[in-house]
């Protein structure tokens, strides 16, 4: 069975992470319930910057749907600079988490 992984490379979350923003771009958008089985999820320098709270908290919800609806993501993988925060809270939702940029203390986010 081949892995099943997306990645998201300099692109802009939103589309992606639509369903789980506070104030979505397309609230009258029909949106998926979920994403097929995805094993991986790598995030490459997005254009929205994981300091900004709010996309923060939207990669945390969605890691929690999938893991709710019993199609967890087995890794995932940021190549960008992640609060420590971001890290600890997908912890109880993925079964591996990794960064490859310097993670933000709790303390240092603005």
Known sequence: MRTRCLTLDGCDL???LDPFLDTPLFPHA???TSFPPIKELVI???VQPFHDKVY???VVKFMESQHAK???FERVKFRTTV???VIDE???FVGRV???EETVSDGDES
Do not use: C, N
């Open 30 to 32: 029909i949106q998926p």
């Open 90 to 92: 997908l912890a109880a």
């Open 83 to 85: 609060p420590t925060l």
């Open 44 to 46: 490459v320098d997005p």
């Open 70 to 72: 019993g199609v967890p």
């Open 98 to 100: 990794e960064w490859h």
């Open 14 to 16: 939103r589309p992606y």
């Open 56 to 58: 923060a908290a939207a």
